[in-house]
């Protein structure tokens, strides 16, 4: 099998450094491209045996599998650049949100998944977010679950649920890495705790309360019942903490689906057909 990246911006680079480090890709399967070629050389420095294309035609040519690593409104000239290549056996997934499978479909003969990935997955954790068009079959999407099964796991999902798995999925690291740091920065200003002694305690906690919420006996309440007794110290900072947060996270939710809402729009006129002037190179 024959893989191709095209873009290698922050997921793009995760998604190839993780399928080679898990050992599901070598490097001689997979080819690169992008509009910042040091980035891709890079990449093949560290894996040699990697490939990197003159430019987006060249590197899906003869690729099976095709990942549009890009933003939406990179998707129309890319698709545009690698159209003269692509048959209906061919596979290609969008890692982007707002790029609809429909709308894909129109534009391309090929079978067509979108898989929202998580920065977690770089250490061999967390979920993806499975969607498959109707062309794929049971071959390609065991293929596809396989693969993604090496360095996360594999999550089916309604797309129209996208925006909220991908809050909770892929987004939701920044928004407890954020509650963390401030988690931190409290500490350090209430009690004079060393920063780095404070930052330690609190990723350490961190990590071992995923792990235990890993545990099928171990929901979210229950972590928080385990660790809270009536009337004590635990106790009263919760209800603390629920007065300051009290629907915090709606008010996010709401938030990101606003600016979805205006992704959605914006990505469907950019892929509409466009006037071009010559020839492209990458994306």
């Known amino acids: 099998m024959k893989v191709c990246f095209i873009g290698t911006g922050s997921m793009g680079s995760l998604l190839t450094e993780a399928f080679l480090k898990a050992g599901a890709l070598s490097p001689k399967q997979v ?6 070629r040091s980035k891709a050389e890079a990449l093949a420095a560290r894996y040699p045996g990697l490939a990197v294309a ?3 035609l060249s590197a899906a040519s003869d690729a099976n599998l095709i990942f549009l690593c890009v933003k939406p409104s990179d998707f129309r000239a890319v ?4 159209l003269p290549v ?3 056996d061919r596979i290609i997934v969008s ?3 707002p790029i609809r499978i429909e709308t894909l479909e129109k534009i391309v003969p090929s079978k067509v998944a979108k898989i929202i990935p998580s920065v977690v997955n770089s250490v061999g954790c967390g979920a993806t977010l499975f969607m498959f068009s109707a062309r794929l079959n049971d071959d390609d999407r065991a293929l596809l679950r396989q693969l993604f099964s090496s360095i996360s796991r594999p999550v089916e999902i309604d797309e129209e649920k996208v925006r909220v798995a991908s809050d909770l999925s892929s987004v939701g690291p920044a928004f407890f890495a954020f509650l963390l740091e401030q988690f931190i920065e409290a500490a ?3 009690t004079g705790i060393n920063r780095e002694t404070a930052t330690t305690l609190a990723c350490e906690m961190l990590l071992g309360s995923a792990r235990m919420l890993q545990e099928p006996d171990c929901s979210p309440s229950d972590l928080q019942r385990r660790v809270s007794v009536p009337g004590g110290i635990t106790a009263a900072a919760l209800a603390e903490l629920d007065r300051a947060t009290k629907n915090a996270f709606s008010r996010v939710l709401q938030t990101t689906h606003a ?3 205006e992704d959605l729009e914006k990505a469907e006129l950019s892929l509409r057909p466009q006037k071009r002037r010559g020839p492209r190179g990458n994306p």
């Open 86 to 88: 692509l048959t209906k």
């Open 54 to 56: 003159d430019d987006n």
């Open 188 to 190: 350090v200003a209430e």
């Open 79 to 82: 698709l545009d650049d690698i």
């Open 95 to 97: 890692i982007t949100s």
């Open 31 to 36: 080819t690169l491209a992008s509009r910042t």
């Open 259 to 261: 600016k979805f809402k």
